[in-house]
Each structure stands twice: as C-alpha cells, then as structure tokens.
C-alpha cells in the first residue's frame, strides 16, 4: 500500500496498476504475483509495525514522565516530487484505545502545528520560563483523544519537498490533495487506528484546510467500500478564516467596540478600506490602517485574548528576556507565570 502514497483517489490508481501488471505478464508470473502480493501484505504489517516503531518519541528534552505514548515522523504525501508531511502524535493519556483520532492544523498559512498547536496550546506540555525544560499542560487534548499535529502544506515547519517549485507553486487544492493523501497514509502505518471516530480541528487559515480536507474526505468514501473508509465523524475550526470580507469587518468592530482604538482611527478606517465583497484585496494604505495603526493604538496586549494578563516582572526569565516578553504577552498559555 505504501506504494500509493501520492494518490489521492487510490482505488482508482490500484486499479490502474493492476490493469498495467496484467498487461505485461505471463499466467504463471500472475500466480506467482498474487502469492507475492499476498507476501507483501505479510511483509506490510512487518514494515507498518517497524516504522510506528521507528517514529516512537522516547522523551523529549526536560520532558516531566508520562504514560502515554508519543510518535513524530513523515508520511509521503507525493512520491514523485518527493513531498512528506510532518507529524506529532500524542496518544490519549487513560484508554487510547476507547479515545477519538483528532488531527490538529495550525493556520498561517505557514504555520508551525508544532511549534504553535503543540507547543503552545493544546499539547501535552508548555515550556517552562528559560526554556530548558517542560512542564505537563493541564488542558491537553490528549485528555479526551488521541491528538495528531500535522505541519502543512510541505515548506511548513518540517515538512518538506524534494521538488523546490513545490514551495513556489502552493495552493489550498494541492494542499488538501496532500493533507488527504496524509491521512489515508498515516492509517497504513497506524492500521490499529482504521475505523476509529475520527475528527479534523484546527484554527485561523484551518478555516480554510480542515472544511476543505473534510470534504475531499467525504467525497472520497462514497467511493469506497464501506469497510475501507474513513470513520469520519465531523470537524472543528476556532478563530477560522472563512470569508475575509466579515473578517474585516469583524475584527475592526471588535477592537471599536472594545476601546482598543480611537474614533478617529475607526472612521478613517471605514474610509480608506471601503470593505467590499467583491474585491477583498486590501489597499496599501487600508493595511497600514488596519493592521499598524490599530496596534500601535491598543499597544502590547494579545488581540485574540484582550483580557489575558499581561507580565508583570520580565526579569524571571533571565537570558530570553525579549522573546519571551514576545510570547508572553501575546500566548494565552503562558498567562499562568505572569
Ligand atoms: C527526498 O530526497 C531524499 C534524498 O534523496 C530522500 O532520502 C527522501 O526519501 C526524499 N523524500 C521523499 C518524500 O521522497
Ligand atoms: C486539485 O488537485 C488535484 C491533485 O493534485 C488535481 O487532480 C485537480 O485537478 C486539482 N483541481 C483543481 C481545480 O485545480
Ligand atoms: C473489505 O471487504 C472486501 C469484500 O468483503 C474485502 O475484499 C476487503 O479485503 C476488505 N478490506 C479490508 C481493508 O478489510
Ligand atoms: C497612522 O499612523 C501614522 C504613523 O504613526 C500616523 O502618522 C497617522 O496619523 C495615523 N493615522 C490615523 C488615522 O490614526
Ligand atoms: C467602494 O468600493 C465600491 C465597489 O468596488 C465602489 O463602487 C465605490 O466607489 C468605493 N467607494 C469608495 C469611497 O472608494
Ligand atoms: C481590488 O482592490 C485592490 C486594492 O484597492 C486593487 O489594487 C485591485 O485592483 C482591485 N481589484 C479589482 C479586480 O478591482
Ligand atoms: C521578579 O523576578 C525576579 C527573578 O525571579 C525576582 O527576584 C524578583 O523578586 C521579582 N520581582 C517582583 C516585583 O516580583
């Protein structure tokens, strides 16, 4: 199976393969095949048990102990351009095997699922001030599922192509493509997790990929027999972006309404921007407004979180002053050490 990897309709090139094997053999080759196929399904579970093997996280640096299991590794996602997706998998912490699959995406889009979902929100650990080692996060998602974090698309935190046009030529088509030849990969290597109620989450631009990838999802069973599908039960999205018109306007009347910015600056701001549905491509001047005036007003506080403490005594975390004051101030979850 793992020779399908870059498919993301796969019945359709398995049977494309088949039909090329047939050409080119003789009957006695096609006996010796089918045994040779089924050697190689012997032979997968030999491989999908070594490389789960193989991505097994043994601790991380500083990590405090735990009982759950924890793999990271990559999956193929196209085999010709030579495209692999990055993935951190925390097992659920009591009873894995009673817990949902849930994958996570971060947005950007170029943002690390790693470094942002995992390390700073829903992981099983925050990074303790200094950063040299970790502390256990008490609202981890892997106390009510088996949580994936998947870096996409490739050019994405570890994610990566062997093709450098990939990085240029990107696109939430072939980013969702990629993401579902993800998922139907990562089954064939974690096969004891087919059937599972499985679940796609996300935020900010996974507006954009979780919907997209359901759908593809979706589609793609309807063609498949009931017992190859994916047991996909439904998708959460937080702080998505769905349509950048009422994003606009949304974010605008929030900050207004919340006193973060002036009269002045919100008047002006309805002036140059002009929000429309037609053309939701923002002027030069409008993005000045939009994004650097209305920050310099509200100052350093985190937009997506107004009333999260900002830090008081900067001097706690010694050499990593600045960029900690950075991600204090704007991370929620660091809210706790303020
Ligand atoms: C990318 O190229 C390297 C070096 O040839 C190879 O080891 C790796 O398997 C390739 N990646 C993929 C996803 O094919
Ligand atoms: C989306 O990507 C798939 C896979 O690469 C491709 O087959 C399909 O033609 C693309 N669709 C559009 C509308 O570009
Ligand atoms: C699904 O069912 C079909 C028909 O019974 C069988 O040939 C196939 O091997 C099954 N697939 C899996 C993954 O069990
Ligand atoms: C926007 O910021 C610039 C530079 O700080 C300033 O000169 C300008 O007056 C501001 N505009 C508004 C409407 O506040
Ligand atoms: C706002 O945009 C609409 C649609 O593009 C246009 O008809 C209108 O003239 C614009 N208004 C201003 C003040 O630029
Ligand atoms: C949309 O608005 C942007 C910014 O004002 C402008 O540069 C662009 O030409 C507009 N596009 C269309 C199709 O009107
Ligand atoms: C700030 O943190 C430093 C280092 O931990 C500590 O020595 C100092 O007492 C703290 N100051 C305040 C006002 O809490």
Request: proline share 6%; aromatic share 14%.
């Amino acid at each position: 199976m793992r020779s399908l990897d870059s498919s993301p309709v796969w019945p359709l090139l398995m049977a494309v393969v088949a039909a090329s094997i047939v050409i080119t053999i003789s009957p006695a080759q096609a006996v010796r095949n089918a045994e040779s196929v089924l050697r190689r399904e012997t032979l997968d579970s030999t491989t999908w048990k070594a490389e789960q093997e193989a991505d097994k996280v043994v601790a991380l640096p500083g990590q405090p102990p735990v009982d759950f299991d924890m793999y990271a590794g990559y999956v193929t996602v196209d085999k010709e351009a030579g495209r692999a997706h990055y993935y951190y998998f925390v097992e659920a912490a009591e009873e894995p095997e009673k817990k949902p699959l849930v994958f996570w995406f971060n947005g950007g889009p170029g943002c690390s699922s790693i470094a942002w979902g995992f390390g700073e929100e829903l992981g099983p650990f925050f990074i303790n001030p200094g950063g040299k080692d970790l502390r256990l996060n008490p609202n981890a998602g892997n106390r009510v599922a088996n949580v994936l974090f998947v870096e996409s698309p490739a050019g994405v935190g570890f994610s990566y192509s062997n093709t450098s046009n990939d990085l240029v030529e990107v696109g939430d088509n072939r980013t969702a493509h990629d993401n579902y030849a993800f998922v139907v990969n990562w089954f064939e290597r974690f096969p004891q997790y087919k059937g599972r109620p499985f679940y796609l989450s996300g935020e900010s631009y996974a507006g954009f990929y979780v919907p997209q990838l359901g759908k593809l999802i979706y589609e793609n069973n309807k063609k498949l027999p009931v017992n190859e599908t994916i047991n996909f039960k439904g998708f959460m999205v937080g702080n998505p972006i769905i349509e950048r018109y009422f994003e606009y306007w949304g974010q605008l009347d929030y900050f207004y309404h919340h006193a973060m910015i002036s009269d002045e600056l919100y008047k002006q701001i309805k002036i140059v921007c002009n929000f429309t549905r037609e053309n939701q491509t923002l002027s030069i001047p409008c993005q000045y407004l939009l994004y650097l005036n209305t920050s310099q007003e509200y100052g350093i506080i985190d937009h997506y979180s107004i009333f999260t403490p900002t830090c008081s005594n900067l001097t706690a975390y010694g050499g990593h002053q600045k960029q900690f004051s950075q991600v204090c101030l704007t991370r929620s979850s660091y809210s706790s050490i303020s």
